[in-house]
């Protein structure tokens, strides 16, 4: 077990050395590795969001399919498609896998692509498997699609449908870092100019092997959940769907639709592996508190009321935390 902490946690220091002043997010990317979801990056441009994902698959010994979604692209630029052939001499279709046959997908301005695309996409992260005709054709074990959008650009973009959200095990709002983190992004991307800096620092590079990821998921399981806890994230779920209990605070004018099924797996899943790269065999209610943003945020509909309010899913996730109490 300590092996392969040590493996993973290496990945994160690795990254974080191409990516400053992101350390949350790195930290969500790898808990979506180990708790085999897919995780959802927003942010303004220029904010690191396709640079952390190129960094990680870097480290990663692992394939790299990146998708640049745009309004016109098909389904089958996504899954691959059936190629006619002849084969000594009789017609036969060939199928020719799309970029979504890696391991890690970017899946670049996720927010531009049409309907019929994100259905698509969507069967990828629900099943791990791609239908095209009448074959269904396996994904590699070790898959995970890393989303980016844009929160303030809304010309020509597609809103995800509450399904396809709900699919995403985190959403990470990725922020502008501060002055000493932007004094090092320069400094880094000055000396990455360099030919001679940039091959000494490829060689520096020490690839972690895919099935580090896959041992580290097996070592989840082992991560002991006490009642108590269990009962925490019931109840942070439950605030969602029946805000009413909480008469004291404004969650039931703010909440529209509360946090399904999904969530209460996905808040599990990932304090486990919280306490995992912390080297704890159990979970305690702060690894909850830690991955609650990320994983409740999107998966609540806010009303009307909340919107002006000027509440948004980040406020609402802190009031909960503030309500919610450990019983």
């Not at 979604?69 to 020719?96: A, C, R």
Request: glycine share 6%; with cysteine.
């Amino acid at each position: 077990m300590e092996h392969t902490q040590l493996a993973v946690n290496s990945l994160i220091s690795q990254v974080e050395q191409a990516v400053i002043g992101q350390r949350h997010v790195v930290e969500s990317l790898v808990i979506g590795l180990l708790t085999n979801g897919h995780v959802l990056l927003e942010g303004l441009p220029g904010t690191a969001k396709t640079r952390s994902i190129k960094a990680l698959a870097d480290v990663l010994d692992t394939s790299f399919g990146r998708i640049q979604f745009t309004p016109d692209l098909l389904p089958s630029d996504v899954t691959g498609t059936e190629v006619y052939q002849e084969l000594n001499g009789k017609p036969q279709l060939h199928f020719q896998a799309g970029p979504v046959f890696n391991s890690i997908v970017l899946a670049d301005e996720i927010n531009r692509a049409p309907a019929k695309v994100q259905a698509a996409l969507l069967e990828a992260m629900a099943e791990g498997t791609i239908t095209v005709g009448d074959k269904t054709h396996q994904l590699p074990p070790l898959f995970m699609v890393l989303a980016t959008q844009n929160p303030v650009e809304q010309e020509g973009t597609y809103p995800l449908p509450e399904a396809q959200m709900d699919r995403f095990i985190m959403k990470v709002e990725v922020s502008y870092p501060d002055d000493q983190a932007e004094r090092e992004i320069i400094r880094l991307v000055r000396g990455e100019e360099s030919a001679k800096q940039l091959a000494k620092q490829q060689q520096q590079i020490k690839h972690i092997s895919p099935e580090m990821i896959l041992a580290g998921r097996a070592e989840l399981a082992e991560i002991e959940v006490s009642e108590v806890v269990e009962n925490y994230i019931v109840a942070l779920v439950m605030a969602t769907r029946h805000p009413q209990r909480y008469p004291e605070t404004s969650l039931a004018q703010w909440i529209e639709v509360g946090a399904s099924p999904r969530a209460s797996i996905a808040l599990d899943k990932c304090a486990r592996a919280h306490a995992w790269l912390k080297g704890r065999k159990h979970v305690l209610p702060d690894d909850v508190r830690a991955v609650a943003h990320a994983v409740l945020g999107h998966r609540i509909s806010l009303s009307y009321q909340a919107l002006a309010d000027g509440c948004d899913a980040k406020q609402l996730v802190n009031d909960l935390l503030d309500n919610v109490l450990i019983a």
